[in-house]
């Protein structure tokens, strides 16, 4: 039997900074070809450090790594010209228009004359930006910009396409036409796309395989349905009317766990997290609990578990709460 080479493969990956940062810790990944991998995690968890020992841009203190089947350290040439790279921040020249943009980076990885014109053409048209191709890239919006972004990572057809949070800043409705977008792309294409995101939303829509990373390591990868399917039972989410300070925390949080059928209840602010076995089941007695307790419930809602749930088994906090933004809207 073939077994294809898998397009992205690292081991043991160990990247400190000066000033005693461990950016990863021990990262290992491997993605297959044609696939979309999401890499998730929550600010400063180390992705865009391996996505640029990946790109051959940094080198790790230790562990190995391969793209395409090249070497990252012995063949740095050979993997640049197989990926195509989209930075977290923009690198196209805003005082140049998005046709010259694209122009230059398809002449830099000598893609020439008319085949170059029609690549350009062809990915003016897919990222719609034609009828702003002659305008300077500072007037484009964010959406505009980040859809420019990635088609020139695209010029040279690579075969493994890197996308450091390709939807951040933008807003719901950019973010959701670059998701149809790169969603063709891995279909169409055939391309191997390495994502990375805080959003959990956005590795579930898109990704085959996502690897949660915490503090510079993988606590857990597989598709995003069996990671969910591992989690037993179902979550209620309650919002309450008012915070709840830390000592009634403590006490709310116990009370909960001991309801029957309850495994897991996180108390955070005004609100609640509780995982049981049957969730419809559990609410009448949640909410009684919660009324002895005094507090008051705006709203409940029962689901399956969701990414977030996965990511709070196995960091042993909540996504929201690792460092960083609060970023699990839409994640359920
Ligand atoms: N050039 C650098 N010098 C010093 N420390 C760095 C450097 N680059 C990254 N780090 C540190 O390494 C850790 C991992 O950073 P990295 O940028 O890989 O995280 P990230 O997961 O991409 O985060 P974000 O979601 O904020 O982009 C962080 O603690 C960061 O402060
Ligand atoms: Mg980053």
Redesign the pocket.
């Known amino acids: 039997m073939n077994i294809p080479a898998p397009a992205i493969e690292a081991r043991h990956l160990i990247?400190t900074?000066?000033?005693d940062?461990?950016?990863?810790n021990g990262m290992d990944l491997t993605v297959e070809p044609g696939t979309v991998f999401g890499?998730l995690?929550?600010?400063?968890?180390?992705?865009?450090?391996?996505?640029?020992i990946l790109t051959t841009l940094?080198r790790p203190d230790s562990g190995e790594a391969t793209v395409a089947g090249h070497d990252v350290l012995r063949h740095p040439d050979r993997v640049r010209r197989a990926i195509g790279v989209v930075a977290?921040h923009s690198g196209a020249d805003p005082a140049a228009t998005g046709r010259e943009n694209l122009r230059l980076q398809g002449r830099l990885y000598g893609v020439t004359g008319a085949a170059l014109g029609r690549r350009v053409d062809e990915l003016l048209e897919r990222f719609t930006l034609t009828e702003a191709a002659e305008r300077p890239v500072k007037g484009y919006s964010g959406g505009m910009r980040r859809r420019l972004d990635v088609a020139l990572g695209l010029v040279h057809r690579p075969e493994v396409l890197f996308l450091?949070?390709p939807t951040?800043g933008l807003d719901p409705q950019a973010r959701s036409a670059m998701w149809e977008e790169i969603g063709r792309l891995a279909g169409e294409e055939g391309l191997t796309i390495l994502l990375?995101t805080?959003y959990l939303e956005e590795a579930d829509r898109l990704a085959e395989r996502v690897a949660i990373?915490d503090r510079?390591r993988v606590v857990v990868a597989g598709t995003p349905d069996a990671l969910k399917g591992e989690l037993r039972g179902d979550a209620v989410h309650m919002e309450l009317r008012q915070a709840v300070g830390d000592a009634g925390r403590t006490l709310l949080t116990g009370a909960l766990r001991a309801l029957p059928g309850v495994h897991e209840a996180l108390v955070d602010g005004a609100r609640i997290s509780v995982r049981s076995d049957d969730g419809a089941a559990s609410v009448p007695a949640l909410l009684a609990a919660l009324e002895r307790a005094g507090v008051g419930v705006a709203t409940a809602t029962v689901a399956r578990p969701s990414l977030d749930d996965v990511y709070l088994r196995y960091a042993g906090r909540r996504y929201s709460e690792a460092d960083?933004p609060a970023l699990v809207g839409g994640a359920r």
């Open positions: 990247k900074y000066p000033g940062v461990t950016a990863l890499l995690g929550p600010n400063g968890a180390g992705k865009s450090t391996t996505v640029k940094a977290q450091d949070e951040t990375t805080h990373v510079g960083g």
